[in-house]
């Protein structure tokens, strides 16, 4: 099966600009995920979806971070605008669903905010 | 508290030598726990999710065990060799969440 999908794989910007993450999951994957993980810390889950429903996004800085997958499928992640400590690697990840199932996750992008 | 701890931090072996590594976490309210390995340039891997107390899994050289009473599971890598150098990451599930460690880096020397 094809994998995760996810671009750019790096992005370098000023802070206050604006920037854009594009995520396709493994087809047939109900639940998608965006974690953030900075050097030296474990990856934080930001928003999960169930099919095209927010689960939980009780970690994603509204003011600035937004995040949306359409028709269940494909998900962006936009951040506006970028702080410094947005620095990091951003992963999406898919899965079936479900308690045990085992997360899918694409390359990442790995933000640097100057 | 939704807490997730790894040791060590970082690990550094021999080619061939065998290692361990350990995560800690709450044990109430169990469901699973999740081991990922990433490599650099790669995308996290998993290795194993497993459930039940005293459950064993094993994928090669790499086995890992799980005491859900006590709250920890122990990665273990047999005859370590350059490839397996990555972070090993650990997770355990609250619910439908997956809470992360940070993760235990290893480097093999050939």
């Known amino acids: 099966e094809a994998g995760v999908a996810q671009s750019p794989r790096y992005k370098i910007i000023e802070k206050r600009q604006s920037v854009a993450f594009w995520c396709n999951p493994i087809s047939g994957h109900a639940t998608l995920y965006w974690y953030q993980q900075i050097l030296g810390q474990g990856p934080k889950l930001l928003i999960q979806f169930q099919n095209n429903g927010v689960v939980d996004d009780s970690q994603l800085p509204k003011d600035r971070f937004s995040a949306e997958r359409l028709k269940g499928v494909d998900s962006t992640l936009k951040i506006q605008p970028a702080k410094l400590e947005d620095s990091a690697v951003y992963l999406c990840a898919s899965s079936w669903g479900g308690y045990n199932s085992p997360l899918h996750f694409g390359n990442g992008t790995r933000l640097t905010v100057t | ?110």
């Open chain 2, 1 to 110: 508290i939704l807490n997730v701890e790894q040791s060590p931090q970082s690990l550094h072996v021999q080619e061939g030598d065998s290692t361990n590594f350990t995560c800690s976490f709450p044990s109430s309210n169990f469901y699973a726990l999740h081991w990922y390995r990433w490599e650099t340039a790669k995308s996290p891997e998993a290795l194993f999710v497993m459930t039940l107390n005293g459950d064993e899994k094993k994928k090669g050289r790499i086995s890992a065990t799980l005491n859900t009473k006590e709250g920890y599971s122990y990665l273990y890598i047999k005859g370590s060799q350059p490839e397996d150098s990555a972070t090993y990451l650990c997770a355990r599930e609250y619910g439908n969440k997956l809470v992360f460690g940070a993760g235990t880096i290893l480097r093999v020397k050939s």
